[in-house]
């Protein structure tokens, strides 16, 4: 043989094939998983609630990219006894009753969702050191409504500032309101929690770890301090927290999520129309407003200034309102 291939040879050759499983759109059913809730997240861990028992799992592959955020209810296989260096796995995430979102800036497309399943959402704020920052309260505040959940004002360190100063500016959205002091009686906060699950945000400094610790002995989150120079305060919690709030002084007890101190929270994802569902008192007025109306201060024939030129609305909770409805747009708190 010469050793070279004929136009035959060539034509009939047959490329081996290379041998591979055969793909099936099976998926496990995964029977034999259980039910927890994530109460951390750290660096791809996760701290699970599952009957009672602190357990540590990952994402199971199939999962992908989908998020898994504290508050999530999952199911879990693997060892789920909780024992030292063992390892669960998530295998699902259940539909979300409710989402508490924000983007970095208003520009950024990209929504990170910070906690499910929550029902109540409590800004605190301090009424001194440091001064209240009542734009990013009123940002938070649309991050409630936008996510369906109940809003609640906390005022701390009312021995150093008279709260009215503030109320009166959120009296009229009707949003409810506690007031505490150092070292004061908690049991109105408590009775407010009681039930829910709750979730806390607010500026670093507030003393909102401060509440964390006296409503839940055994949480021992971070303290810190006002810087004295720029008036704010330091990061020290550094990831978001579920705790289970005891029973105390027979007031029940219910579930809170301690979060990050914020210094931002962009509204990128909340359209004026999602805004003004939150207010059906209002949104009623609004029926005959032209397309694309954003229902502002500028906008010609909006339904809420002809009601207001009829006397039919009140003055002040349109005012209230479309000072929200700027927030989405005012970077500067």
């Keep these: 043989m010469s050793g070279r291939y004929s136009d035959h040879d060539v034509e009939h050759y047959d490329r081996p094939r290379r041998r591979t499983r055969p793909r099936t759109k099976e998926r496990p059913s995964y029977d034999d998983a259980v039910d927890g809730v994530v109460t951390t997240v750290d660096r791809g861990r996760f701290t699970l609630?599952?009957?009672?028992t602190p357990v540590m799992a990952v994402k199971a592959r199939p999962l992908g990219r989908k998020g898994v955020v504290v508050g999530d209810q999952?199911?879990?296989?693997?060892?789920?006894?909780?024992?030292?260096?063992?390892?669960?796995?998530?295998?699902?995430?259940?539909?979300?009753?409710?989402?508490?979102?924000?983007?970095?800036?208003?520009?950024?497309?990209?929504e990170r969702v910070i906690v499910s399943n929550a029902s109540q959402l409590v800004v605190v704020t301090a009424l001194a050191d440091p001064e209240p920052r009542p734009r990013l309260l009123d940002r938070?505040?649309?991050a409630a409504?936008?996510?369906?959940?109940d809003p609640l004002l906390c005022l701390t360190k009312s021995d150093l500032a008279d709260p009215e100063t503030l109320l009166v500016t959120y009296r009229a959205l009707g949003v409810p309101w506690v007031v505490t002091r150092r070292g004061g009686d908690l049991r109105e906060l408590r009775t407010h929690l009681?039930?829910?699950t709750s979730v806390l945000v607010g500026h670093s400094g507030v003393g909102k770890s401060t509440l964390v610790n006296a409503l839940v002995p055994d949480a021992t989150r971070a303290v810190g301090h006002v810087?004295?120079?720029t008036g704010r305060g330091r990061h020290t919690s550094t990831s978001a927290m579920m705790l289970a709030l005891p029973g105390h002084d027979g007031v029940e007890g219910g579930w809170i999520i301690d979060t990050p101190g914020i210094r931002s929270f962009g509204l990128a994802h909340v359209q004026p129309e999602d805004l003004i569902g939150a207010f059906p008192d209002l949104e009623e007025l609004t029926e005959g407003c032209p397309r694309g109306c954003t229902h502002g201060e500028e906008e010609p024939e909006c339904g809420l200034d002809e009601a207001l030129a009829r006397g039919e609305a009140d003055p002040?909770?349109?005012?209230?309102?479309?000072?929200?409805?700027?927030?989405?747009s005012v970077t500067d708190y």
């Design 194 to 196: 009681a039930g829910r």
């Design 316 to 328: 002040d909770r349109i005012s209230s309102f479309r000072r929200l409805l700027a927030a989405r």
């Design 49 to 52: 609630l599952v009957a009672g």
């Design 140 to 142: 938070a505040l649309v």
């Design 74 to 110: 999952v199911r879990v296989v693997g060892d789920t006894s909780g024992e030292e260096g063992t390892l669960a796995r998530i295998v699902e995430v259940r539909e979300r009753s409710t989402t508490l979102r924000r983007t970095a800036d208003d520009d950024d497309p990209v």
């Design 145 to 149: 409504y936008d996510a369906g959940m």
């Design 227 to 229: 810087n004295t120079v």
